[in-house]
Nanobody, 127 residues
């Protein structure tokens, strides 16, 4: 089992920056990949970005790739999502997820690739 707890969400104004954190605990896997997804009301859950826990290789979705950076801290056992130049359309619940098979060819950007999920943290961007 892997436990994930997100933090850092809140209300920001358009153009502000925001950093989300995900605390990772429990069983470790050699090929673990960590990702961020988001889900706005009445929308599908959308891939934001992922990072390989061991190698640090990153993968970004198209919607936010120019405005976000994903990183991991092996000492603190955390994954972070730095969001810049936020927009009202970034308003969503942001979820942290873990995939035990890691990133690979055609694997890592689909929600079905992920085995564990956090509860999510709300991000609201006002105009």
């Amino acid at each position: 089992q892997v436990q994930l707890v997100e933090s850092g969400g809140g209300l920001v104004q358009a153009g502000d920056s925001l950093r989300l954190s995900c605390s990772v605990s429990g069983r470790t896997f050699s090929r673990l990949a960590m990702a961020w997804f988001r889900q706005a009301p009445d929308m599908e859950r959308e891939f934001v970005g992922a990072i390989s826990w061991g190698s640090g290789v990153k993968l970004y979705g198209d919607s936010m790739k120019d405005r976000v950076t994903i990183s991991r801290d092996l000492v603190k056992s955390m994954v972070e999502l730095q969001m810049n130049s936020t927009k009202p359309e970034d308003t969503a619940v942001y979820y942290c997820a873990a995939a035990v098979r890691g990133l690979g060819h055609n694997r890592g950007s689909d929600r079905d690739d992920y085995d564990y999920w956090g509860q999510g943290t709300q991000v609201t961007v006002s105009s």
